[in-house]
C-alpha cells in the first residue's frame, strides 16, 4: 500500500526544472510532501487536500489529481538547496497517519 | 520553534536487551508518531498516539511497543532487539488537525540503533 514515487533519483543543474510524482493505488484524502537533507530531519513542505486545497510554502508547487489518485511536486529554477531526498505520504484512511512512499533523492549541481 | 528531541542520536546494543527510545515535543501535539527508517523503503510507521494512553499500530508494530503517559513524551520500546532492527527511528508530532486529517509533521533528529 506503500504510495509509489518517480523518478527514485534525479540530478539537475542549477536553474533547472523537476516533477516528482507520488502515485498510490487507493483513493487518497490527502497528499504530504517532506523534504529531507543528508544527516538532518524531515522538514514538512506542503498538504494538498482532497477538494483542491493546499496548505504549504509559497515558492513550491504541487498538483493532486483525485481521480487517478496522484501527486505532482514542481520544483521551478531550482537551486542547490534544493538538494535532498523528497517523499510524499497519503492519507487513505481520513485518519492520523500517513503512508510514505520511499523518496526521490534530488541532486542539484552548479 | 517546535521542538522534537529523541533522547540519543547514536545507540549500540545486543541482541536480545531491551531498548528504550524517548521522544519529547514542547508544542502541545496531540499526535505523536514512531517511524523507522531503512535504505530504499522510506518512512515506515511502527505506532502513532492520538492521546495520552491511547496507541494504535502502524503498519510495521512487530517487535515494538510503545508507551505514552504523559502528552508531551512518547517512547518506544525494543523488548528484545534483534539484528533486524538496526535502523534509523525517527519520532515526529502533530497538531490535531481541525478538517480532521493529519496535520504537519515536525519530526526530532532520529536515533541511528545498531543491534549487534
Known amino acids: 500500500q506503500q504510495p509509489v514515487q518517480s523518478p527514485q533519483a534525479v540530478i539537475l543543474r542549477e536553474g533547472e526544472d523537476a516533477v516528482i510524482n507520488c502515485s498510490s493505488s487507493k483513493a487518497l484524502y490527502s497528499v504530504h510532501w517532506y523534504r529531507q537533507k543528508h544527516g538532518e530531519a524531515p522538514v514538512f513542505l506542503m498538504i494538498l487536500l482532497k477538494g483542491g486545497e493546499q496548505k504549504g510554502h509559497e515558492k513550491i508547487s504541487a498538483s493532486f489529481n483525485e481521480k487517478k489518485q496522484q501527486s505532482s511536486l514542481y520544483l521551478t529554477a531550482s537551486q542547490l538547496s534544493y538538494s535532498g531526498t523528497y517523499f510524499c505520504g497519503v492519507d487513505m484512511e481520513y485518519g492520523n497517519k500517513l503512508v510514505f512512499g520511499a523518496g526521490t533523492i534530488l541532486r542539484v549541481k552548479s | 520553534d517546535v521542538k522534537v528531541t529523541q533522547s540519543s542520536r547514536y545507540l549500540v546494543k545486543r541482541t536480545g536487551e531491551k531498548v528504550f527510545l524517548e521522544c519529547v515535543q514542547d508544542?502541545?501535539?496531540?499526535?505523536m508518531f514512531w517511524y523507522r527508517q531503512d535504505p530504499g523503503l522510506g518512512l515506515r510507521l511502527i505506532y502513532f498516539?492520538?492521546?495520552?494512553?491511547?496507541?494504535e499500530k502502524g503498519d510495521i508494530p512487530e517487535g515494538y511497543s510503545v508507551s505514552r503517559e504523559k502528552k508531551e513524551r512518547f517512547s518506544l520500546i525494543l523488548e528484545s532487539a534483534s539484528t533486524n532492527q538496526t535502523s534509523m527511528y525517527l519520532c515526529?508530532?502533530?497538531?490535531?488537525?481541525?478538517?480532521?486529517?493529519?496535520?504537519?509533521?515536525?519530526f526530532g533528529p532520529g536515533t541511528r540503533l545498531t543491534v549487534t
Open positions: 498516539s492520538y492521546d495520552v494512553k491511547m496507541k
Open positions: 515526529a508530532s502533530s497538531p490535531f488537525d481541525l478538517a480532521g486529517g493529519p496535520g504537519e509533521q515536525y
Open positions: 508544542m502541545d501535539h496531540e499526535n
